[in-house]
């Protein structure tokens, strides 16, 4: 995959992977309320403006560049006014992206570095129902710098390591079990499609597989130090869709990837901890911009998913 600094993501039990994920997202909006009414400035008011102010440039802009930003940046700001309008708290002061829309790619490249940097601190102390919206936000955002070089393909994400001093409790071990289980599948992934991809694709399965096993690496870790048994791999993988040949393998790369972004979405969902929502959030931004690189590679559109790791 030549010229791109990440690369793309079947899973394997991909229906197993889904709906673990979409259990790990059910979370009642009621977990995010809380008793009485919040005078402080609500943190996500910022991000609804940025979002609707980029929405609004990009589509102004208009062109192959711009005008996936508009449509993941207008999504951005649909996930975001309900829970703000909800909450209806005090409008914080001008903070992070100004109000005016951006006049050109150069612009819009600066302002989606802005909301995902905005997006990233936030999720470390945000509720739950909230870090988890955030974090696919900024996933977002990070994939949609990786879709193009006109909008600087953006700083890959950081490291997934075992954060220090986070046990996990009964919650926590079922969702980190849930991202292990999705770090073997895509590992047996990368093992199958090397097959099927010419000899340019060789260093990008390599970094693809080798990120995968230190992600599997650090979930067994977690699970052992707290006392459990790490789940193994599944004595054998289906894919979606046969693999017969190139793009039929970069779709099922594309998928493994995305799988992994749901489950680690899960992770930050069920757990409070703000080192273990870190090491969560760099592996949800990871696999968001090697699935975006991967997805670019055989054609998908759109190219970059607007919030990675949410149900469709």
Not at 87 to 97: D, T, V
Not at 141 to 146: G, R, S, T, V, Y
């Amino acid at each position: 995959m030549t010229g791109r600094s990440t690369e793309p993501t079947l899973p394997s039990r991909r229906a197993f992977l889904r709906v673990g994920a979409l259990a790990a997202l059910a979370v009642p909006l009621a977990a995010a309320c809380g008793p009485g009414y919040e005078e402080s400035p609500d943190p996500l008011a910022p991000l609804l403006r940025a979002a609707e102010t980029d929405a609004a440039g990009a589509k102004a802009l208009g062109g192959a560049d711009a005008e996936p930003v508009a449509a993941a940046r207008a999504a951005h700001a649909a996930a975001l006014k309900p829970e703000v309008d909800r909450l209806n708290r005090p409008k914080p002061a001008e903070s992070g992206p100004g109000e005016t829309p951006p006049s050109s790619l150069e612009g819009l490249k600066e302002r989606l570095a802005q909301a995902r940097k905005q997006a990233e601190g936030l999720v470390p102390s945000l509720p739950r129902y909230r870090a988890g919206m955030v974090a696919s936000i900024a996933a977002g955002c990070a994939a949609l710098q990786q879709s193009s070089d006109k909008l600087g393909r953006g700083d890959d994400a950081g490291a997934v390591t075992v954060p220090a001093g986070a046990p996990l409790n009964q919650e926590a071990t079922e969702a980190v079990q849930q991202a292990l289980a999705a770090e073997h599948a895509a590992i047996w992934v990368y093992g199958l499609v090397s097959a099927y991809l010419p000899a340019a694709f060789t260093g990008a399965v390599a970094r693809g597989s080798a990120e995968h096993v230190k992600r599997r690496d650090v979930c067994e870790r977690m699970l052992s130090g707290a006392g459990q048994t790490p789940a193994g791999p599944e004595a054998a993988y289906v894919p979606p869709k046969p693999v017969t040949e190139a793009n039929s393998a970069m779709e099922l790369v594309a998928t493994a990837e995305a799988d992994a972004t749901a489950a680690w979405l899960g992770v930050i969902h069920r757990t409070d901890d703000a080192a273990l929502r870190t090491t969560a959030l760099n592996a949800l931004i990871g696999s968001a911009r090697r699935g975006t690189a991967w997805r670019a590679e055989f054609g998908a559109k759109p190219v970059a998913i607007a919030m990675p790791g949410q149900s469709a």
